[in-house]
């Protein structure tokens, strides 16, 4: 696993987050709704790069946030 590759998923799904001015809270929330178990305490980890995303969070979260995995990758 290569934690910086985490980290700047991170960071993105964070920039990605605030610029739609949606608290970590609501995320959650809204993950949860489409599907996807993850907690805001788990949000504010993937987002630093201390916790893994996995494939089926990647994709609610792409789909929650209204991006495409390329611009979330790249």
């Known amino acids: 696993m290569d934690i910086s590759y985490d980290k700047k998923i991170g960071q993105k799904i964070r920039k990605v987050r605030k610029s739609k001015n949606i608290t970590q809270e ?10 996807c178990d993850l907690t805001r305490s788990a949000l504010a980890k993937i987002e630093v790069g201390q916790r893994h995303i996995y494939l089926d969070e990647l994709k609610t979260i792409v789909e929650v946030l209204e991006i495409s995995y390329n611009e979330l990758l790249k």
């Open 26 to 35: 609501e995320f959650s929330a809204k993950l949860q709704v489409n599907g």
